[in-house]
């Protein structure tokens, strides 16, 4: 898969955003027809000439060695993720890239699903790197009641988020939660390009879903690490959580898991949640009252 326009629109989409006076650089006038640096300016924070920066961003990153990529990222202010968003493009335009795909759904090992089973207070599941849901603990069903049980295993996150009119209603910050899976499938993107089934659930998602399409031509990326998510559960109301990703090294999956703060109101949630589990009813007790007051704020994960 070519990714030339990938190259382009990241690299044009960088420069946009920075000043001359961020970058340090002088403004020799006071009107201006481009948005953000020129190319000329860029070529000169990073050392190569202005025909030479113009072949990167006409989307020909063959060749470019790393000095040159590292000047670049300094040029253009990429924090980590974009830097290694920006080596993964070029890693994928050299000649030796290797082609094909990767298993649609990768197999989970039967310890790993023991630990999923074992871990009966912590809420947890295992998801590829297409954000498809292949394993999940029975408190993982009860918080996500409704939406994700056995039945429905596989369930792709990033569907559901875009395609689906409930993830509106389950995530309570929708606008930042689909921002955060965007930026994580083009960080996919960029690593895997010749990936065809991630290259079709973008497409599936792009012509479904504008606010997809939308998010997906900024070119953002994002490191997915650790989170705090509120979502609506039928049985407790709005309960925050934090999500923490375990990747899974060499297998192409990662394990979420959710934990709340010790004595918060939330761990009173996951208390019952996972008496509720166990059970499959309320053993005469009644689900903790209120909802969590904190919106939460997501930070480098898609969990």
């Known amino acids: 898969m070519d990714n030339t326009t990938d190259v382009r629109e990241?690299?044009?989409?960088?420069?946009?955003?920075i000043t001359p006076a961020q970058a340090g650089l002088a403004a020799y006038s006071a009107t201006r027809r481009?948005?953000?640096?020129?190319r000329e300016e860029?070529?000169?924070?990073?050392?190569?000439?202005?025909?030479y920066y113009a072949r990167?961003?006409?989307?020909?990153?063959?060749?470019?060695?790393?000095?040159?990529?590292?000047?670049?990222?300094?040029?253009l202010q990429l924090d980590e993720a974009e830097r290694a968003h920006l080596f993964d493009l070029a890693k994928a335009a050299a000649p030796s890239s290797p082609s094909g795909s990767r298993k649609a759904r990768p197999e989970v090992r039967p310890s790993v699903q023991r630990i999923l089973a074992g871990m009966?207070?912590?809420?947890?599941?295992?998801?590829?790197?297409?954000?498809?849901?292949?394993?999940a603990n029975s408190l993982c069903f009860a918080l996500y009641t409704g939406i994700l049980s056995p039945d429905t295993l596989p369930l792709n996150l990033a569907r559901f988020m875009f395609l689906d009119p409930r993830s509106k209603e389950f995530f309570v910050e929708w606008e930042t939660l689909a921002d955060d899976f965007a930026a994580a499938l083009r960080t996919e993107s960029g690593q895997n390009p010749r990936d065809r089934h991630l290259n079709s659930l973008i497409g599936d998602l792009a012509a479904g879903s504008t606010e997809f399409s939308t998010r997906w031509a900024r070119h953002n990326v994002r490191f997915h690490r650790t989170a705090r998510k509120t979502m609506r559960n039928p049985l407790v109301g709005e309960i925050e959580l934090t999500g923490d990703a375990l990747v899974?090294?060499?297998?192409?999956?990662?394990?979420?898991?959710?934990?709340?703060?010790?004595?918060?109101?939330a761990q009173e949630q996951l208390d019952f949640l996972a008496s509720w589990a166990i059970t499959g009813k309320r053993s005469g007790g009644h689900a903790p009252t209120g909802?969590?007051?904190?919106?939460?704020?997501?930070?480098d994960v898609q969990a």
């Open 34 to 38: 481009v948005a953000g640096l020129k």
């Open 56 to 75: 990167l961003e006409r989307g020909n990153l063959r060749g470019v060695s790393d000095s040159v990529l590292d000047s670049l990222a300094r040029a």
């Open 42 to 51: 860029v070529a000169l924070l990073t050392g190569v000439s202005t025909e």
């Open 291 to 299: 909802s969590v007051s904190g919106t939460g704020t997501e930070s």
């Open 248 to 265: 899974l090294p060499g297998e192409g999956l990662t394990l979420i898991a959710y934990t709340a703060e010790p004595g918060s109101h």
């Open 120 to 135: 009966t207070g912590t809420p947890a599941y295992v998801r590829n790197s297409r954000m498809e849901i292949v394993e």
């Open 10 to 17: 990241f690299l044009m989409s960088r420069r946009s955003r």
